[in-house]
């Protein structure tokens, strides 16, 4: 079992930037495929970012192409959302999430494929 926290939201200016961490529990992080999803209040959870177990692989939402990056330390077991130039649309609660798989470079865009959420952390771009 893997218990995920996440941390690093708040209150940030359009056009600002932060960093989300997700740090998870056991020794068997890099089984896992990892993933951040959003909510936005009155919408469905959305796909955010997702990245292999090695890391070699990643893969965006268009509306978050070229301003978020993905990353994770196997070593610190913990996965990275870098947000820069965020805008008031941006404004959700962020969740990390993990998928257990036995393929090195394969990540999953669908909630369904994910075994594990964190809690979330509110992210909230003032205009």
């Known amino acids: 079992q893997v218990q995920l926290v996440e941390s690093g939201g708040g209150l940030v200016q359009a056009g600002g930037s932060l960093r989300l961490s997700c740090a998870a529990s056991?020794?068997?992080?890099?089984?896992?495929?990892m993933g951040w999803f959003r909510q936005a209040p009155g919408k469905e959870r959305e796909f955010v970012a997702a990245?292999?177990?090695?890391?070699?692989?990643?893969y965006y939402t268009d509306s978050v192409k070229g301003r978020f990056t993905i990353s994770r330390d196997n070593a610190k077991n913990t996965v990275y959302l870098q947000m820069n130039s965020l805008t008031p649309e941006d404004t959700a609660v962020y969740y990390c999430?993990?998928?257990?798989?036995?393929?090195?470079?394969?990540?999953?865009?669908?909630?369904?494929?994910?075994?594990?959420w964190g809690q979330g952390t509110q992210v909230t771009v003032s205009s």
């Open positions: 999430a993990a998928a257990q798989t036995k393929t090195l470079r394969v990540w999953f865009s669908s909630p369904s494929d994910y075994d594990y």
């Open positions: 056991g020794r068997t992080f890099s089984s896992y495929a």
């Open positions: 990245l292999s177990r090695n890391g070699g692989s990643t």
